[in-house]
């Protein structure tokens, strides 16, 4: 009797956790690293929002849910977007096929900003893998235009990974992915940086400016009494 009751209880937990959804362990945030030695342009991170804001901005295809992250994880996405993204821009840039930010890393006139656009796990309810064995997620996120830059980080549970997205549309974007667990999806962008004049050049014009007009009254006054 106790045998078979031990058998029925292992069948029920069995069944029972096969009902529960596995999510990837929380990534701890680490530490910003410094940017490659060649890299000349400057970087910078938009301020992030909350993990509920993102998680409420975040639509996926139908088949997936979305939930919110730790507070800790947006953190650690955050240093990961400077790491992975923003500290080597030739080779991010030649990876998401961004010529532009490939040429700004040895370009001091340039600086590369990225926007954290939503970090939130993601999970298949319904959806089921493709023949490739990965799974099709479309993210449907304010902020994204047809033709942005986009990468996607995804947390395996051990470390981040860059996934490049399948299709960038107004609104949108597509990704494959084999597991699931934290995703943040970023927008990267260059600008020119606009130099700002030198203070220590200009200041020796302007005083000579000065002393040629004071001279110059100096000679009208003498001219004048005279």
Known sequence: MKKKLLAVVTALTVMAMGTVTAFAASPTV????APVATQKASTTIAATATPAEYAAATKVSDGFTVAAVEETTVKAASVQVQNALLNDLATIGTKLGNSD????????NKKVSASILSVVNIDASTA????????TVTASIAGIAAGDTIAVLHYT???WETIVPTSVAAGSVTFKTASFSPFAVVK???STVTASPKTGAAMPVAALFVVVGFAGAMVCGKRYFA
């Open 101 to 108: 930010i490939a040429a700004a890393a040895t370009d001091s």
């Open 30 to 33: 680490g530490t910003t690293e």
């Open 188 to 190: 990267l962008e260059v």
């Open 157 to 159: 549970g051990s470390a």
């Open 128 to 135: 089921t893998k493709d023949a490739d064995g990965n799974y």
